[in-house]
Structure formats: C-alpha cells, structure tokens
C-alpha cells in the first residue's frame, strides 16, 4: 500500500495508526510539522514513542533531561533521536521550523530513555564493489534488536543514490515495515516493489510493507532517495535477520560476474 502526504499542514500528519488507518502496520507513524518558537507536548500512557528530527532545530525535553538538535539536510547529516518507553512526557520546542518524523507502538516494558545524537549513530555503506556498485547505499541504523532489545521497533535510515537500487538483494521478513520518503527536489521518484507489485515513489510518500513479501527500491537517475525504515517486531518473533530470495542469492557469491563483464 502506497500513501503519498500532499500538502503537509502544521501539526500531525497521519501515515498510519494501529486502529484506523493501515493497521496491519502494527504502528502509529506520523509526520509533525511545528512552527517557530512552538511548544508540543506528547505523552502516551500504553505506546513506547521515537522522535526523529527531519529538518530544522528542535529542543528535546523529557523528564529532567534536555538536548537540542538541529539538522539541515536528509543526505549529508545523521538523525537525532529521543526513544522514550511508556508514560513518559516529551515536549519538542522549536527553535526554527522543524519536522519530526514519530513512530509508536504498544509496549509494557518500561526501558530507559535515550537520545541518540547524530555522532553516535552510525553510517554503513552497502553493496560496495559489488554489481558494478548499482546498489551502493548509505544505510543509518539507530536501534534494532541489538542495541535495544528491549523495543518493540526498529529505526534507521537508508540513502538510496541517484540511479541505484537499495533493499537488495530482493529480501523479505515477517514483521510488516513502512518506508517514509524524500528525495532532494520535489520532482524527484522511485520504485518500490512488494512481491510483485511495483509503485511510484514520490516525495512524502509512505509504503506500507506487510510481513512475508521482498521489497527492493530503486531511485531515478538524478534523483538521490531518503527513506527512513521502521520496523515492528512480532511477539517472540523480533526482526534480527532477512530473508533472501532464493531466486537471487547467486548475486552473493564472492567475485560473482554479471554481464556484460563476465
């Protein structure tokens, strides 16, 4: 399921919710716009809660903490994130216009909070020297299974560059996904594919990823693609691996030659 935002107005712009609106996702995702010098504050009783700045400068309150981030561009620079558990009050003030990218599910655990700052997230490049570098990606991963098992969802960001593919080889997991996206002009498009099913990727646009099928992307000559990706884990089911499609698992042996150079 493709969901493209059009028009994004100030406050919270729904992607998903775990009652009405692609609930197979098993998450509230949402997209909060707020002006200058605006004060917001979120507090959920049930749900743990990550807060990840897309653009502007945002102070980040929470119980006696307090960091400000700031964040200029999508491509060139790391996520700040605050990951908090259940009943725990947040307030986001902005300090200049700013987007913030919330994601939410249900979680009884209670774990402690954790602002990720830019330098301690890590960036990896993938499918390097490999298939003549055509899925060479920047993949940014906050928290998963292994740095907090104590969450029921994963966080991370992938750079797809211009004209490559990323999510590759093809790979499926059971656990349903959403991909939000950008790219660094308006004009800018994609593919998405789940199974067999292909989808024009455009800028604020959502795929709504349910568990089983592959889902490789692939973004336009001239048009770099953000996505950040968020997972779910099922219960006593956690994402800690993908599974890859037999059909392209050749793509995986070492010094693989593909034509025309083989």
């Known amino acids: 399921m493709l969901i493209l935002l059009q028009n994004l107005e100030w ?12 609930q197979g996702m098993l998450m509230d995702i949402g997209l909060q716009k707020i002006k ?74 209670v774990f402690p909070a954790k602002f990720y700052s830019q330098t301690e997230i890590g960036c990896d490049i993938f499918g390097e020297q490999v298939w ?66 292909a989808y024009k990727i455009r800028h604020n646009s959502a795929l709504c990823i349910p568990g089983g099928p592959t889902h490789p992307q692939a973004a336009a000559p001239g048009y770099p693609m953000y996505y950040c990706w968020m997972i779910r884990h099922l219960d006593n089911n956690p994402w800690t691996s993908r599974d890859n499609d037999p059909r392209y698992t050749w793509l995986l ?3 693989v030659k593909i034509w025309p150079n083989r």
């Open 132 to 197: 003549d570098d055509t899925a060479r990606r920047m993949v940014r991963t906050v928290f998963d299974y292994n740095n907090a098992p104590y969450s029921n969802m994963v966080l991370g960001e992938v750079i797809n560059f211009p004209g490559k593919w990323s999510s590759y080889i093809p790979h499926g997991h059971a656990q349903p996904e959403v991909y939000f996206y950008r790219f660094d002009k308006d004009s800018g498009f994609g593919a998405g594919f789940i199974g067999d099913e």
């Open 11 to 22: 406050g919270y712009n729904e992607i998903t919710n775990m009652k009405t609106k692609e």
């Open 36 to 109: 200058k010098d605006e004060k917001i504050r979120f507090l959920d009783e049930t749900k743990e809660t990550a807060f990840l700045l897309l653009s502007g400068k945002v102070a980040f309150k929470w119980a006696d903490n307090l960091a400000t981030a700031e964040r200029a561009s999508l491509f060139d620079e790391n996520p700040s994130v605050l990951h908090v558990p259940k009943a725990t009050e947040v307030v986001l003030t902005a300090n200049e216009e700013a987007e913030v990218l919330i994601q939410k599910t249900s979680n009884a655990d």
């Open 253 to 255: 042996e070492k010094d």
